[in-house]
């Protein structure tokens, strides 16, 4: 029988097994969170303004937490003003609300390949055809790729990208592309969804994003804070231009609106100054993370893989090989207590490759190490057997 293709929601309901070495999961580590800061940002709102906090706000979000998305933008290149911010559950929730709003069945859309498999899950459940560019780290496509993507008939109703350091290709939007890829889709007609989750995490300054090239318009901006300060918080938001009230609508249908003390804690955080340094610490444990995993892998690899250091971010793209062995490997791997992922979800058609991502955040140094040591074994054992196969046949 045919297997059941993994859904988003079976990798979010992996087992955290202490006996497994997890690479898989796209999660950041809970060892990293600023659970200090957190606290006595919590605190402080249920000391001053516990009636707000508890009680139903209007659906596009709390008036502080909007306010203090608008200053934080601002030193991002982004200038808007905080009605134009629509707080949403997650980065999750703000692809969802804008490709629900957005798009309908059989229209197309132009996205990365490989792309981050949430957005594909949710364009899927439209219903949308996918016209793909290839993207990965020191092969940006050119704009002219893009260009041509938009050209083609029939005419893109969204172009879907996640400008900085992409997940899981780890690629990075060169800066002097931006500017043109906002311009030609703009002349297209065809509004681009940027999706901006990693974009603080890049080592060096981030690049402006897509969004402050500009008015609203032609970008559609979805972040969230769940990759910087704590996934649990569950707060994203999207700048959704001209789709405000229609994206609101929806939102506020399915659930009025998000959680209240989540929102007032998240500003709170945001107030308090904190977040720089936050992204600064994270930046550096990152990095070292990235250096002993990509170290392991520059020398272990079976030759024809590579695995390019994405420059920030904590998630290793490797790749190379037959796509055959993809599956074995995954099995092989959790055989021996390390678990990664096959990057066959991550395309809305089949890979030419074989890819895997790593996460390097979230094991202890010494089992990332053992993790990385015993996946590059595998690799190795799998495609001497499926070379020996072939020179077989
Ligand atoms: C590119 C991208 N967008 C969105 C999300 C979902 O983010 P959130 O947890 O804020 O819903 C993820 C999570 O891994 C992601 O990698």
């Not at 197309?108 to 793909?132: D, M, S």
């Not at 260009?147 to 083609?152: D, G």
């Not at 008939?153 to 890829?181: F, M, W």
């Amino acid at each position: 029988m045919p297997q059941a293709p993994l859904r988003l929601l079976d990798l979010m309901r992996q087992t955290e097994d202490p006996q497994v070495i997890n690479l898989a999961a796209g999660i950041p580590s809970p060892d990293f969170l600023p659970l200090d800061a957190l606290k006595s940002a919590l605190e402080g709102e249920v000391q001053s303004r516990a009636r707000e906090m508890f009680s139903y706000h209007r659906p596009e979000g709390a008036a502080p937490l909007r306010e203090a998305i608008r200053d934080y933008l601002r030193i991002r290149g982004v200038s808007v003003q905080a009605d134009q911010v629509l707080v949403t559950t997650g980065c999750s929730g703000a692809l969802a609300s804008i490709i629900g709003t957005v798009l309908k069945k059989g229209d197309t859309v132009v996205c990365e390949a490989p792309a981050y498999y949430g957005q594909l899950e949710l364009l899927r459940a439209v219903g949308v055809k996918f016209r793909t560019v290839t993207t990965a780290v020191g092969q940006e496509p050119d704009p002219s790729k893009w260009e041509r993507a938009l050209k083609a008939k029939p005419k893109p109703k969204l172009l879907v990208v996640t400008s900085t350091l992409s997940n899981p290709s780890g690629a990075t939007l060169k800066e002097e592309g931006r500017t043109k890829l906002v311009e030609i889709c703009r002349q297209a007609g065809v509004p681009i969804l940027e999706d901006d989750i990693y974009g603080d995490l890049l080592g060096r300054s981030r690049p402006k994003p897509l969004r402050a090239f500009d008015d609203g318009s032609t970008v559609l901006y979805a972040t969230s804070f769940s990759k910087t300060v704590a996934p649990g918080l569950r707060i994203g938001f999207s700048l959704p231009g001209k789709w405000m009230e229609a994206a609101a609508d929806r939102q506020c249908r399915q659930s009025i609106h998000g959680a209240v003390p989540s929102e007032y804690m998240t500003a709170a955080f945001l107030r308090s100054g904190r977040m720089e340094g936050h992204l600064e610490m994270l930046k550096t444990v990152y990095a070292k993370r990235r250096e002993l995993a990509g170290g392991i892998l520059a020398r272990e690899l079976p030759e024809g893989y590579r695995a390019d250091d994405p420059g920030g971010g904590y998630m290793l793209w490797v790749r190379g090989g037959k796509p055959g062995i993809m599956e074995e490997v995954r099995k092989k791997c959790l055989e021996r207590g390390v678990a990664v992922v096959g990057g066959g979800i991550f395309f809305a058609a089949q890979p030419k490759e074989a890819c895997f991502r790593l996460n390097c955040a979230r094991a202890t140094p010494e089992d990332l190490a053992r993790g990385v040591g015993i996946f590059c074994e595998v690799l190795k054992a799998e495609s001497g057997r499926s070379g020996a196969r072939k020179s077989r046949t």
